[in-house]
């Protein structure tokens, strides 16, 4: 019998919450997606904090301790309700690493259902299922943009392949003169539905049907050209706009450009990256860049020219400037992307000391020596 405190570490007095911590955390460790995944182990954590987070299942737990199995094939205690588990799940990871946006809750939400089957032993739903099979239509595209075209937005064509409605049949999968039938391995539902007996009980598992991908009907003849799949794959070209203010890593989603499959059309992510500039380096929303000025400008003063996005401007020099001394331009950086402002453009200057001098500079900087400069 496995020791469920144990293998969540905690105390058999653990709080709820202590409970709830040690699971977020181990969680996290063991996911398959992470470096130290370990599908196994993820799935014997879950189980734990399945009895564990229950207080009616704690109490049968600590009651039964090794009889637990018998107590429940004696109707000692009902088995999970799938959905409710899937609650638990969400509500036990949505503050996970410090975060209680909406965004991190569905990022982690969206990680637990691609586990996929990893889970199947333990819940009935097929809500992972359908959310697996919505985002295989999605597409993932990297592009490349200038820090220019990154900062004031720019349009690209791209080309993909991707599926698309076959044009023969306009996605129906239905040869001429055919009919949709009701699917006879599902009996129309579009799913399966499997029952099976377990360590907690009658677990119901549901399937997406594999005859009709879902969808309760099937060609009575298919289409020869799509074989009856109502997409084929094809070069697509769209043009794209890309915001203002984008940076690195940044994702921008393109509503029905990704695959077209089993009569859902899914979405095209691009995946930002912007180059390496020669002359600036972008930090946030602020732009960093360096400029060499004669030594007379750094003692008298002046005005330089300064390259900035999408221009130049002059720049007033104060007298007495050391080497390393920085300005800030308000205004002169990268554009807030989706609101208004833009970011700052600091200036780092650097006096340019002369490697070589004529006769009548060296006698000026002679003169300025014997005064003390």
């Known amino acids: 019998m496995k020791d469920y405190y144990e293998i969540l570490g905690v105390p058999r007095d653990a709080s709820q919450e202590q409970i709830k911590e040690a699971f977020r955390k181990l969680a996290q460790k063991y996911h398959p997606d992470k470096p130290t995944g370990d599908a196994e182990k993820f799935k014997e954590v879950n189980e734990a904090y399945q009895v564990l987070s229950s207080p009616e299942k704690r109490a049968q737990y600590d009651r039964y301790g090794s009889a637990f199995a018998q107590a429940q094939a004696q109707g000692g205690f009902s088995g999970f309700e799938s959905f409710r588990d899937w ?42 299922q359908k959310a697996r099979q919505a985002r295989k239509n999605n597409i993932v ?42 699917c006879p391995s599902c009996q129309g539902k579009g799913q399966i539905r499997q029952t099976r007996s377990t360590f907690f009980g009658q677990f119901s598992q549901v399937y997406i049907c594999p005859e009709c991908k879902g969808q309760g009907k ?43 499959i089993n009569k859902h059309k899914g979405d095209l992510l691009l995946k930002i990256n912007v180059k390496p500039h020669p002359v600036f380096q972008r930090k946030g929303d602020n732009i960093y860049s360096e400029i060499e000025i004669p030594l007379s400008t750094a003692v008298l003063g002046g005005k330089i020219e300064v390259p900035v996005l999408g221009g130049k401007v002059f720049l007033k020099i104060p007298s007495g400037t050391p080497s390393g001394q920085e300005f800030i331009l308000r205004g002169k950086g990268v554009p807030h ?36 400069l």
């Not at 200038?146 to 349009?155: D, Q, R, V």
């Not at 009575?220 to 203010?245: D, N």
């Open 87 to 128: 609650i638990n799940w969400a509500e036990a990871m949505k503050d996970v690493q410090g975060k209680t946006d909406q965004e991190s809750f569905s990022s982690i939400f969206e990680d637990f259902f691609d586990l996929g089957d990893i889970f199947s032993d333990f819940f009935g739903s097929r809500f992972s």
């Open 337 to 372: 992307f989706q609101r208004s402002g833009q970011g700052d453009h600091i200036v780092k200057v650097k006096i340019k000391i002369p490697s070589r001098l004529t006769k009548q500079q060296k006698e000026l900087f002679k003169k300025l020596q014997d005064q003390g």
């Open 141 to 182: 595209l990297e592009l490349d943009l200038t820090l220019e075209e990154a900062s004031f937005g720019t349009e690209k064509e791209i080309s993909y392949r991707a599926f698309t409605p076959c044009p023969e049949c306009h996605g129906t999968g239905l040869a001429p003169g055919s009919k949709m039938i009701v």
């Open 218 to 260: 099937i060609p009575e003849k298919k289409c020869p050209k799509c074989k009856g799949q109502g997409s084929i794959k094809t070069l697509k070209k769209i043009k794209v706009k890309i915001p203002p203010g984008v940076n690195t890593g940044g994702v921008i989603r393109y509503r029905n450009q990704g695959h077209y």
